[in-house]
């Protein structure tokens, strides 16, 4: 899992956090699915309730998977209105075009936000080399919701290259932080979304355990992407939860979030991986059909109809296409 790597021992070390830890709320492990032309996804939310992942509305763990060569997927072009998409790519390359002029690779360690706002038609696939090589492939894909007063906002698109994080450790060197988005102890990451979160990617080595300062006003959310530990303090009478692969943490009440490494991880990936995210809670009605997410039905039904009269505009002509294999 390369995304972007660094000798801790040279970066900025958080500050001790202080301030009581967050509780866990729930674990839960998200259902394997399918999407777009095919590729395969981790539905990281299902089964949470909104309250609990407000501003947030989904997230797609796109792979692991190794593709075959001929085997890579992406979707074709579809519309958004009402939120941002972040795409964040740790292994593998996926390119992005939409209609009004936002597009891209995004490869290891690279995110996008793409403010759909008041309509937006756009694809996400593989190039067309990496489909026929085939190859690793590892992201996220992240629907962030918008306020009523922004849902209706003019499309936007930012592509941030792997570097362009901020890198931190913590105070042992144990663990590397990845600030995408937000801002952790000070530390600023590049994305600029609508609606006030914090994205972090944190690598654990075997053992290792953080403490890292958390908004008191946001929500927490811990997704782990590889190898497994806890979260939370078991000390003072709290509980650490075990995380795996695979799992969503959510937690409640606290000004720092706790993650602790297993001392034995699998011999693959030999490091906990949590994508760790949480925001301020919008508090609004949301009523979500397919790719419109609004505050009321009237206004998903008027962002079809908007869409299938074209007033999301144009495909452009030099769209990029899904590769399609000719035998």
């Known amino acids: 899992m390369p995304a972007v790597t660094a000798d801790t021992f040279t970066l900025p070390h958080l500050a001790p956090a202080v301030g009581r830890a967050r509780a866990v709320k729930s674990v839960t492990k998200g259902p394997q699915a399918f999407e777009g032309d095919g590729f395969p996804v981790t539905r990281a939310f299902a089964g949470v309730s909104y309250q609990d992942i407000?501003?947030?509305?989904?997230?797609?763990?796109?792979?692991?998977?190794?593709?075959?060569?001929?085997?890579?997927?992406?979707?074709?072009?579809h519309p958004h209105r009402g939120f941002e998409t972040f795409t964040y790519m740790i292994d593998g390359?996926?390119?992005?075009?939409d209609n009004h002029g936002g597009g891209g690779i995004i490869e290891?360690?690279?995110?996008?936000?793409?403010?759909?706002g008041s309509g937006v038609l756009h694809i996400e696939t593989p190039p067309d080399?990496?489909?026929?090589?085939?190859?690793?492939?590892?992201?996220?894909?992240?629907?962030?919701?918008?306020?009523?007063?922004?849902?209706?906002?003019?499309?936007?698109?930012?592509?941030?290259?792997?570097?362009?994080?901020?890198?931190?450790?913590?105070q042992d060197g144990g663990a590397l932080i990845r600030v995408i988005a937000g801002e952790i102890d000070g530390y600023v990451g590049p994305g600029k979304s609508q609606t006030p979160m914090t994205i972090a990617h944190v690598t654990l080595a075997p053992g290792a355990s953080v403490s890292i300062p958390w908004n008191p006003e946001f929500n927490a959310l811990a997704y782990t992407l590889a190898g497994?530990?806890?979260?939370?303090?078991?000390?003072?009478?709290?509980?650490?939860?075990?995380?795996?692969?695979?799992?969503l943490a959510v937690m409640v009440d606290g000004d720092r979030v706790v993650l602790t490494a297993d001392k034995?991880?699998?011999?693959?990936?030999?490091?906990?991986?949590?994508?760790?995210?949480?925001?301020q809670p919008i508090n609004e009605t949301v009523v979500a059909?397919?790719?419109?997410?609004?505050?009321?039905?009237?206004?998903?039904?008027?962002?079809?109809?908007?869409?299938?009269?074209?007033?999301?505009g144009q495909i452009p002509d030099d769209a990029l296409q899904p590769f399609h294999h000719r035998h």
């Open 264 to 279: 034995v991880q699998d011999a693959r990936n030999g490091a906990l991986d949590v994508l760790l995210l949480g925001g």
């Open 93 to 97: 390359t996926f390119q992005h075009q």
């Open 228 to 247: 497994q530990g806890t979260v939370g303090e078991g000390e003072l009478g709290g509980s650490a939860a075990p995380i795996a692969a695979g799992t």
């Open 129 to 170: 080399e990496l489909v026929m090589s085939g190859g690793f492939f590892h992201g996220i894909q992240l629907w962030i919701n918008l306020p009523a007063a922004k849902k209706m906002t003019a499309p936007n698109y930012q592509n941030l290259a792997g570097g362009d994080v901020e890198l931190l450790s913590s």
């Open 108 to 116: 290891n360690g690279a995110t996008q936000y793409m403010t759909a």
């Open 54 to 77: 407000d501003p947030f509305i989904h997230m797609d763990q796109m792979g692991e998977v190794e593709y075959a060569p001929y085997e890579p997927r992406g979707t074709s072009w």
């Open 289 to 312: 059909y397919g790719p419109f997410v609004m505050n009321t039905k009237a206004e998903v039904v008027q962002a079809l109809e908007d869409f299938n009269y074209g007033r999301f």
